[in-house]
């Protein structure tokens, strides 16, 4: 018989936990579930621990591969699953055991294409400092159903793990995580909901995310800078955006698109360091999406999108060769059309 869920976890050096998340797996109400489990050259005991599972459970498949990211194991899960429906889970957390069982309930008896649950977050260590709007990030703020909307879409978060999704709409729509860069959850959570039509959101904490300081998610957030990890953001919505256009979606999700590249871009800028840094970034955008934008698919952004104060010399320095004119045009439009916030604020002492 084939499974209802398949559960996809990718695994790195993550010896020290990764026990309690597959004991949280077998352990759930719900039996009919494939764990698959892509060990991603972990140096650890990961892999032993892994292989000593399977060996007991039927329902646990290893995949071993050369470290290559993520993104890769995930794709890997993705190919080697059954289910009818698809689930995700991080090495170091772990499931309540009613989860698969709710959530299941949930995407069948309300017919919907994603279902969604709270979660508790979890401090590995009592020192560790988070700001309060990044542990509310992960916890919903709305329940029920819902129309994937252009405004609620903006609502819902772009991590895995408190979700389940559709086989169907997954292949329907070649829904896969980019490889090789950070960010690869969120671009395959957007293809999604430009793909899906309707969410139900269930008050049920059902997942526990461990937050740690040596973790995937917090090197790519809140540790030092480093330039990939904030660039990766464009490079994704890149991906993206190329996703929309094969499937014959970016008309439908133009404003949303737009939204979510400007979030982004206003959060990349925060993190860097100096006006020169932040000038080679937006130069980085615009070389790399912002001219892929045409603008006459856009005719109705500054309407939707309201835009504040935007100080010319800000945006001056953005250039594009034109080739038949061989001379320099500026860019004004694009930026102005992408950007929802002042530069203003970046203006350093």
């Known amino acids: 018989m084939l499974p209802d869920i398949s559960i996809i976890i990718p695994v790195y ?48 498949i290893v ?14 899960g993705l190919k080697k699953s059954c289910g009818e429906f698809i689930m995700f889970c991080d090495s170091d957390d772990w499931y309540e055991p009613t989860m698969c069982e709710k959530m299941l309930e949930t995407i069948q008896s309300k017919s919907v294409d994603l279902a969604i649950c709270n979660c508790n977050v979890v401090k590995d260590e009592q020192k560790y400092d988070l700001r309060d709007n990044d542990i509310d990030y992960h916890k919903l703020t709305y329940y029920g159903l819902h129309s994937l909307t252009f405004p609620f879409k903006t609502r819902v978060n772009s991590v895995l ?25 969120m671009a395959f959570v957007l293809q999604y909901l430009c793909c899906a039509k309707t969410i139900y959101a269930i008050d049920v904490h059902l997942y ?3 937050l740690r300081s040596d973790s995937i998610m917090h090197k790519t957030y809140f540790s030092a800078k480093d330039r990939k990890k904030m660039f990766d953001a464009i490079d994704v919505m890149k991906y993206l955006l190329l996703r929309l256009s094969d499937n014959n979606l970016l008309n439908d999700n133009k404003t949303y698109f737009i939204v979510i590249l400007s979030g982004l871009i206003k959060w990349v800028i925060g993190m ?7 000038i080679f970034f937006l130069n980085y955008c615009n070389e790399t999406i912002l001219f892929d934008l045409d603008l006459d698919c856009f005719p109705d952004i500054e309407n939707k999108v309201p835009l504040l104060n935007i100080k010319d010399k800000y945006y001056q320095p953005f250039y594009q060769e034109d080739n038949k004119k061989k001379k320099k045009k500026p860019v004004k439009k694009f930026i102005k059309k992408v950007l929802t916030f002042s530069f203003s604020y970046f203006l350093f002492p």
């Open 272 to 278: 860097c360091n100096s006006k020169e840094e932040i």
């Open 63 to 76: 995949i071993d591969q050369e470290n290559s990211g993520p993104a890769e194991a995930r794709n890997k």
């Open 161 to 185: 793990w408190n979700k389940i999704f559709k086989r169907s709409i997954i292949e329907k729509y070649n829904i896969a995580f980019p490889s090789g860069y950070y960010h690869d959850d």
């Open 13 to 60: 050096n993550c010896d020290k936990f990764i026990k309690k998340c597959i004991d949280s797996l077998l352990n759930q109400t719900f039996k009919n579930i494939e764990i698959i489990c892509v060990n991603d050259g972990s140096k650890d005991n990961s892999l032993t621990i892994l292989n000593s599972f399977s060996q007991k459970d039927k329902r646990i």
């Open 208 to 210: 526990n995310y461990l």
